[in-house]
């Protein structure tokens, strides 16, 4: 992430909402499919429920996944995949079996639930290496830094793989996240950063350093990374 990244913007959601509508048609006029990784986080909400408005949109040919995920059972109100169905995915036509949500098996160890989801994504997406999973990646930045499920001081950008299990010690239960490989491995990637609470992690982000304390600095995207956002550094 580089300060000719940034896209400062007085409303996050509208600017990224207006991109991502455009986005969409240009990848499913490019190659007949558009692949979304979703972020949780309150930050993207707006957007998904204002796309679900554009019944014009390929829903049909559309693709979905996640970033990251909670360790919740399906349903649970804390779950991303709750977040983006109430919002977007219940009121729009993507077959279901378009929609690829991180597995859930109680008292799983949750590295394997973590390998299930890069082999599910491997299986559906191809090889990550060989061409790129995602059109567009979504992802938010936290207020120390944390980006997807990769928070600072707990391994995930070290890990090898396309996922990872973490343990934050501010959050209750096990984080799913992919890791900077495989999120990188998306011809855009547009960190979704509002609210003047972030300026100093997307300061610090944007200054770089050690990728395990400031872990956005690990990601990158094949064609453009944008960084919207309404607290730009000054
Ligand atoms: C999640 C996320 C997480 C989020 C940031 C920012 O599952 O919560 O994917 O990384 O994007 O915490 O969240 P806000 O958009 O709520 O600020």
Redesign the pocket.
Known sequence: MRPSDLRPVPDVARAATQDLLQAIRDADAARGRTVLCL???????PIYRALRDHRDLPWGRMWIA?????MVPPGHGDR?ERAARDALLDHVPIPEDQILPWPYVPDADPQDLADAYALQLRRTLGDPGEGPWFDVTL?????DA?????FPGTGGTRAAGLAVATRPTSTPTP?L?LTPEALSASRQVWF????DG?RAALQATLAGGDPERLPATSIRALDELRVYTDAPPA
């Open positions: 972020s949780g986080g309150g930050t993207p909400t996640w970033g990251d995920e909670r991303n992802l938010g930045l936290g207020e944390h980006t997807a499920g990769l984080r996240s979704l950063v509002a609210g972030k």
